[in-house]
């Protein structure tokens, strides 16, 4: 079983709507989780972090966690073309040296 | 600017010849990290380092060698490249393990025939 699982999709949301992108996670030490973009040929890039219980907001994105479930996910409103890339969730352990990574959910997003 | 550099971003080798991926960072981070990133498998750690002269195993390190003498600097080094080395790696630094502040290097490319 991996660590950090994800729906590798693609997910496809017309233009306008709202994408939301789960992730799941075994290891119930992990504290921190982490959201990362990555326009292919590119390298990733930190767009969300959260590390309590509940919603946490910044613009058009809204990260959520939920421990007892043991998910994380990613909604983001008002979704544009330039959205269009893959996420990688992420989760680390308290004193981890390590960030665990999902293999990424691509994001379509149609005009 | 702060940023994280790696070269070559592109490399063509064959296999057992010695090669070294280099990294480097502007922005006195103490934690830097190597990922592979291969198809359906995602981004897995390879070697990590804590600080100078302070390096550990990641998740697949076999094949593999890092160094950490100087701060700013963490060489990749594959000793004898087969191809199933053959991927996209990356370097990553942070001020600590699991810190908000993650760079990514632009990625190197490497293929093993």
């Known amino acids: 079983q991996k660590e950090v699982e994800q729906n590798s999709g693609p997910l496809s949301v017309p233009e306008g709507a709202i994408a939301s992108l789960n992730c799941t996670y075994s290891d119930r030490g992990s504290q921190s989780f982490f959201w990362y973009r990555q326009y292919s040929g590119k390298s990733p890039e930190l767009i969300m972090f959260?590390?309590?219980?509940g919603d946490k907001e910044d613009g058009r994105f809204t990260a959520q966690l939920n421990k007892a479930s043991q998910y994380v996910s990613l909604l983001i409103r008002d979704s544009q073309p330039s959205d269009s890339a893959t996420y990688l969730c992420a989760a680390s352990t308290g004193t981890a040296s390590k960030l665990t990574f999902g293999t990424g959910t691509r994001l379509q997003v149609t005009l | 600017e702060a940023q994280v550099t790696q070269n070559p971003r592109y490399l063509i080798t064959v296999t057992g010849k010695k090669l070294t991926v280099t990294c480097s960072q502007n922005?006195?981070?103490?934690?830097m990290s190597w990922y592979r990133q291969d198809p359906g498998l995602g981004l897995r750690q390879i070697y990590y380092?804590?600080?100078?002269?302070?390096?550990d195993k990641g998740d697949v390190p076999e094949g593999y060698k890092v160094s950490r003498k100087e701060k700013r600097n963490f060489p990749l080094i594959l000793e004898s490249p087969s191809p199933n080395q053959t991927s996209l790696y990356f370097c990553a630094s942070s001020l600590a393990p699991g810190s908000i502040e993650a760079f990514f290097g632009q990625g190197t490319r490497l293929t093993v025939v």
């Open positions: 380092s804590m600080n100078v002269e302070v390096t």
């Open positions: 922005m006195n981070h103490e934690y």
């Open positions: 959260i590390y309590s219980n």
